[in-house]
């Protein structure tokens, strides 16, 4: 069964150092990943995707997240974060003509001055 | 550039009454989505619509029936809402062709049934 694990409901960073956020995926293909990020009273932006290839992806706003298929892992993130990093930030998978993505259940990202 | 446009942003209900949720989208996308957002659960999806004329049941259905009334609209009714359907909704529109698995989102409904 396909499922996508956020372990982390909230994390609370300090202004400025280092985030990861941690996804793992159970999924029965080959896996297409992603990380959506949503502001309060937003909707979901994308941040990065997995398609193929290189296994460390780049994408907006300095994030990047990198693909362990031994691990079924897809962790985010980001060497030093900004206080408009706060939002809650999801991770889902899909695959190749499959019409639905599953998503975590999120984690919230709280940044202190 | 509007993306994908929901209205409306707020609706209180009734148990009971029914309203439909409209949903627009004008990037020529072929596929349309409509999922649910609950605390501590991510989002699942309620309905699709795989393309123009097609829609299919998602994981949570029941309660709810869908339209595509075209290829850019695709709306979500409640016949008769329940406390258990307030939530926030989000309708999403995605392309064909390779690298069409990204979801583009609207900004949401946010229902509450009394």
């Known amino acids: 069964a396909q499922s996508v694990t956020q372990p982390d409901i909230h994390i609370t960073v300090s202004e400025g150092a280092s985030l990861e956020l941690r996804c793992n995926y159970s999924y029965g293909a080959t896996p297409y990943l992603f990380w959506y990020v949503q502001s309060p009273g937003q909707g979901l932006q994308l941040l990065l995707k997995?398609?193929?290839?290189?296994?460390l992806v780049q994408g907006i706003k300095g994030f990047e997240a990198e693909f362990k298929r031994s691990q079924s892992s897809f962790n985010l993130r980001k060497p030093s974060v900004h206080w408009s990093d706060a939002a809650e930030y999801f991770c889902?998978?899909?695959?190749?003509?499959?019409?639905?993505?599953?998503f975590g259940t999120g984690t919230r990202l709280t940044v202190i001055p | 550039n509007a993306g994908v446009t929901q209205t409306p942003k707020f609706q209180v209900l009734k148990t009971g009454q029914s309203m439909t949720l409209q949903c627009a989208q004008d990037m020529n996308h072929n596929s349309m989505y409509w999922y649910r957002q609950d605390p501590g659960m991510g989002l699942r999806l309620i309905y699709y619509?795989?393309?123009?004329?097609?829609?299919d049941k998602g994981e949570v259905p029941n309660g709810y029936n869908v339209s595509r009334l075209n290829k850019r609209e695709f709306s979500l009714r409640l016949e008769s809402a329940a406390p258990s359907q307030t939530s926030v909704y989000f309708c999403a529109s995605k392309r064909q062709g390779p690298g069409a698995n990204v979801l583009t989102f609207g900004a949401g409904s946010r229902l509450t049934v009394l």
């Open positions: 889902a998978v899909g695959a190749t003509g499959a019409n639905n993505l599953f």
């Open positions: 619509s795989a393309s123009e004329g097609t829609t």
């Open positions: 997995y398609f193929s290839g290189d296994t």
